[in-house]
């Protein structure tokens, strides 16, 4: 699903670099300051003009704002299912937000309809 997800967002334009956040909680920090560090950096160096954040975590919020500052437009995209939700300082921080749940469902649809 993620290779799909990663080609499909190449095919449109973007260079996709996923970011699994383990379920092992001690471990996410690593992946947050990773994130964190790509998403800033190549901001600075002026490598994207619009950054693609999926992710409900509020704890991005700081992140969101720097990146805007520096004049970037950030799309949030997010789950609404059950314990993923969306924090609303993130919706306000961002330019837009899209929610995944009915993409993922369609897509899987049409997978599953082809096999």
Known sequence: MVATVK????????????FQKPRNRNTTKGVDIALTTDLLSNAYRDNYDAAVLIAG????????????????????WFFFAKGAGLSPEL???SDV???MDNVFADRWQQHTAND
């Open 7 to 18: 080609q499909t967002l190449w095919h449109a334009g973007f260079q996709p670099v996923v």
């Open 57 to 76: 975590d509020g704890d991005y919020v700081p992140l969101v704002e720097e990146v805007k500052r520096l004049g970037k437009v950030v799309h949030v």
């Open 91 to 93: 919706r306000l921080s």
């Open 97 to 99: 937000c899209w929610p």
